[in-house]
Structures are given as structure tokens and as C-alpha cells.
């Protein structure tokens, strides 16, 4: 088990659980019930050979992290999977529930061969991670971009009505709906931009297509926020 403080509970717990589920235990060293618990669940996720991580926070000394969890009573365990918390339980619970909690964090083997799938990244090992999982978001959202960026947005959008929206869902749409600006400069998006922005408080297609254009930028451009705020100015 790692110890881990407010410092590095980003990078060790949140980051980390995008490769490796994590497991943290809370705790401090007056808990008497923290002093039984800690070493059934070392001793657990040891077994599992590096598939799962295990890391303790001592609640005295970590008051960011206390507060974040909204700790009441100790131990507390919270499990950590792609950059959430998933399950969790309080008090010191025996070996056979702890074996029980932790195996669940683990891949299955199927899970496995899904995500090397996706990772292959091209449309029939895509294709294949789907049969396997229908509802994979990674393999969905790449097979989607895929079939855009090929021409094909008829068979690549529908992909999208299986999962939920997100930010990458919006921007594969966008992707779709601008086909027409791919090979455009940033000077010319921009200029189409200034362009819209006079339209788009009475006019959806401009509005849409605003925002599109913004979409296919990305967040990450600086030039996104300003022209965000140029819209908000716009329609409000």
C-alpha cells in the first residue's frame, strides 16, 4: 500500500486509475478497526500481481482529501477506476468481503482482449470489440471517427446513439457536420467564424455550425475560449 497526501493524491489515485484500478484506504493511526483492516487489504491486492493498486491516506494529515471524501468515520475504502470513484465501503470489514470487493475491480479476461482491441485502433478490431461489448464507449467513439474521417458519417453517427453525450460524442458530430472545413486553415475557420457570429442569435444553422467549427478546434485552442465568449455576447 502506497501512502498517499493531498499532494500527489491527484497523480496517484485519479491519473493513476485510468491505467490500473486503484483502491484507497482511509485511515489514521488511532483507529484501532484501520489497524486490522490495512493488512487483509495489502494482503489482497497483493495477490492480484499488479492488476489492481492499493494506496492509504491518513485522514489527520491529508485535511484536502478528508474533506473531498466527506470522511465521517474510518476506515473508509473508496475504489478508483478510469479517474472516478466506483464502490466503496466503510468499516473494517473481514478477508472473504474485501477478496470480494477487490475482485471485482479486476479486468476479466474478455475486458482485456476488448481494450487491445480498441488500442489496435483500426476498423475491424473496432468492429470485433464491439461484438464482444455493444456499449464500449472508446470503441464506439474511434470506430465513429473512423467511419467520419472515411466519408462514411451515415454508418458513423448512428454509433453514437448508443452512449451517452459527451464532449468526444459532440466532437466526432461536429466532425461529421463540417467535412467541408477539414482541410481549412486556422485563418479560414476563423474568418467563417466572424462570419457566423452576426447570424447566430436568429439563425440555428449558423448558431450549429458555430459551434461545430468551435467543436473541431477543440478546448484545448486558446482561440476556442474567446470565440465562446464572443457567442455568449452574441445570443445574450
Do not use: Y
Not at 476563423?190 to 467543436?215: I, P
Amino acid at each position: 500500500m502506497i501512502d498517499v497526501t493531498d499532494q500527489d493524491f491527484n497523480e496517484q489515485v485519479v491519473e493513476k486509475s485510468h491505467e490500473v484500478p486503484v483502491v484507497v484506504d482511509l485511515w489514521a493511526p488511532w483507529c484501532g478497526p484501520c489497524k486490522t483492516l490495512g493488512p487483509i487489504l495489502d494482503t489482497v491486492i497483493g495477490e492480484h500481481g499488479g492488476k489492481v493498486v492499493g494506496v492509504k491516506i491518513n485522514v489527520d494529515e491529508n485535511p484536502a482529501v478528508s474533506q473531498a471524501f466527506q470522511v465521517q468515520s474510518i476506515p473508509m475504502v473508496v475504489a478508483f477506476k478510469d479517474g472516478e470513484a466506483v464502490d466503496g465501503f466503510m468499516g473494517a470489514q473481514g478477508e472473504p468481503m474485501v477478496r470480494d470487493f477487490v475482485s471485482k475491480l479486476v479486468p476479466t479476461e474478455e475486458e482485456n482482449q476488448v481494450e487491445t482491441l480498441v488500442a489496435a485502433g483500426d476498423e475491424a478490431s473496432l468492429r470485433a470489440a464491439l461484438e464482444l461489448d455493444n456499449d464500449h464507449e472508446g470503441a464506439i467513439v474511434a470506430l465513429a471517427e473512423l467511419l467520419v474521417g472515411d466519408g462514411r458519417a451515415d454508418e458513423g453517427l448512428p454509433l453514437l446513439e448508443r452512449i451517452p453525450e459527451t464532449a468526444e460524442t459532440r466532437r466526432v458530430a461536429a466532425l461529421a457536420r463540417t467535412a467541408d472545413a477539414a482541410g481549412a486553415g486556422a485563418h479560414e475557420i476563423e474568418t467563417e467564424l466572424a462570419e457566423l457570429l452576426g447570424r447566430v442569435k436568429g439563425d440555428d444553422d449558423a448558431r450549429q455550425r458555430f459551434v461545430d467549427l468551435l467543436e473541431v478546434m477543440g478546448a484545448e485552442d486558446p482561440r476556442t475560449i474567446d470565440w465562446r465568449r464572443k457567442l455568449s455576447t452574441a445570443l445574450f
